[in-house]
């Protein structure tokens, strides 16, 4: 059992919550509560190690007898000292330390469907973004640069378990573009010169949402092929980037359902 909170493995999940630097370092990230860390064994992700403590739930309890019978390294931790190093309010007594994903990036042959969250800097709008791509089907999440890190802990709970679901890659704006061959790519904007309703969202397809501060950056408006709009009577000058993309992703769910 752990018992002092300048254990390595502690010393380690403080690193991880800080920079993106820290991470790609250490080669991990963190997964805090219950339901994040049977996601993760659910899909099969490699884990680096596991602590609970006491306090957890018999759902916690019962999910870290899976996890020592599927041959991931537990270890108990006191309920004060695993508190400390949380990130949520309430401690559930589970928190694992996660690989950072290995393989390479998806080439455009096989992709239709690609989300580019560009300049989104809340993570909770990254996370809901990543959730509904994951929900629409998209294949991969390209994240440019001056998006925040996918990885950071609270874009990982906001994603609840999307993040082990879809393919999220950190790339340069040349990287995108060369990953785009072959793919429209529709940039979501006021200025959008189509009502999304009408644009054609059948065909293989990278969508682009900006920030709800700054909107896209140059280098996604150079990239784009067509800026689309959201239809609001009501007159609200914009929405929540999560739920602009959301709405998008869904319509290309519905335009796919119906060809």
Request: glycine letters at 10%; a neutral charge.
């Amino acid at each position: 059992m752990i018992i002092s909170p300048h254990n390595p493995r502690l010393k380690l999940i403080r690193a991880l919550t800080g920079k993106p630097k820290e991470r790609r370092e250490a080669g991990a990230f963190l997964a805090e509560g219950v339901r994040l860390v049977d996601d993760a064994l659910a899909a099969g992700w490699p884990f680096e190690y596991v602590l609970y403590s006491a306090e957890t739930s018999a759902r916690g309890k019962k999910l870290v007898e899976h996890l020592r019978a599927s041959g991931v390294d537990v270890e108990e931790v006191l309920p004060d000292v695993l508190r400390s190093v949380g990130e949520t309010g309430t401690s559930q007594g589970v928190l694992a330390v996660l690989k950072l994903p290995q393989a390479g990036c998806p080439q455009s042959e096989g992709l239709n469907f690609v989300l580019i969250p560009d300049q989104i800097r809340d993570p909770g709008n990254l996370g809901t973004l990543i959730r509904s791509a994951a929900a629409a089907g998209a294949q991969a999440i390209f994240i440019p640069p001056e998006t925040t890190d996918p990885f950071a802990p609270k874009v990982v709970r906001a994603g609840m378990g999307a993040h082990f679901r879809i393919r999220i890659c950190s790339l340069g704006w040349e990287e995108i573009q060369s990953r785009l061959s072959g793919l429209t790519t529709f940039l979501a904007g006021a200025e959008g010169q189509m009502v999304c309703w009408k644009a054609n969202f059948q065909q293989p397809l990278a969508l682009i949402v900006g920030g709800e501060a700054d909107g896209a950056s140059e280098p996604a408006r150079n990239l784009a092929n067509m800026v689309v709009n959201i239809p609001m009577p009501g007159k609200i000058e914009s929405l929540n980037a999560g739920v602009a993309g959301a709405v998008l992703m869904f319509e290309v769910v519905r335009q796919r359902s119906e060809a």
